[in-house]
T-cell receptor, first 112, second 112 residues
Framework: DAGVIQSPRHEVTEMGQEVTLRCKPI?????LFWYRQTMMRGLELLIY????????DSGMPEDRFSAKMPNASFSTLKIQPSEPRDSAVYFC??????????FGQGTRLTVV | GESVGLHLPTLSVQEGDNSIINCAYS??????FIWYKQESGKGPQFIID?????DKRQGQRVTVLLNKTVKHLSLQIAATQPGDSAVYFC???????????FGKGTTLSVSS
């Protein structure tokens, strides 16, 4: 298995633009997580899906952020409109159990 | 709410020395903890986990100790190598037990 696949690896965009981050979880995993990592706040859980259904989105910072999981093999995290303070590394992770989560390589987002 | 946190943001050791990375947690109901390693430009990678009914667990060159009395766990790396240089995170379940929450991380630097 190729592991969790995220795209793009790097994204530079202008303030106000829409940004879409993509994730393909490990086949067979039933849980998917989106995390955001910054120097100041570390790794923060944004949203968690189980069997494609959003279970907990309490970590989503604002209405500008939205996430979808239309099927078991694909998820998106969208920011619209983007702001400079959204600059961070965004990780997608998947798991089969409630314990170990497997992380993708991350998307480094820079909003200028 | 629940939290996990590391004691020291950085740790510098000489190659061949043993390294000890510490972590404290607040949720006494947590039934497991996980240590992750994150190398530069990559996502966090699972190292070892420990269940709350255990005091110690050993892996290859790594040992995790859990002290439930003081809500503390540690990761010990034996004979530290330059390839061990990374950021190390402890993680535990959130209140609902549905996702992992992470500490801020300790950056381990190994010099030859």
């Amino acid at each position: 298995d190729a592991g969790v696949i995220q795209s793009p690896r790097h994204e530079v965009t202008e303030m106000g633009q829409e940004v879409t981050l993509r994730c393909k979880p490990i086949s067979g995993h039933n849980s998917l997580f989106w995390y955001r990592q910054t120097m100041m706040r570390g790794l923060e859980l944004l949203i968690y899906f189980n069997n494609n259904v959003p279970i907990d989105d309490s970590g989503m910072p604002e209405d500008r952020f939205s996430a979808k999981m239309p099927n078991a093999s694909f998820s998106t995290l969208k920011i619209q409109p983007s702001e400079p303070r959204d600059s961070a590394v965004y990780f997608c992770a998947s798991s089969l159990t409630s314990t170990e989560a497997f992380f993708g390589q991350g998307t480094r987002l820079t909003v200028v | 709410g629940e939290s996990v946190g590391l004691h020291l943001p950085t740790l510098s050791v000489q190659e061949g020395d043993n390294s000890i990375i510490n972590c404290a947690y607040s949720n006494s109901a947590s039934d497991y903890f996980i240590w992750y390693k994150q190398e530069s430009g990559k996502g966090p990678q699972f190292i070892i986990d420990i269940r709350s009914n255990m005091d110690k667990r050993q892996g290859q060159r790594v040992t995790v100790l859990l002290n439930k009395t003081v809500k503390h766990l540690s990761l010990q790396i034996a004979a530290t190598q330059p390839g061990d240089s990374a950021v190390y995170f402890c993680a535990g379940p959130n209140q609902a037990g549905t996702a992992l929450i992470f500490g801020k991380g300790t950056t381990l630097s190994v010099s030859s």
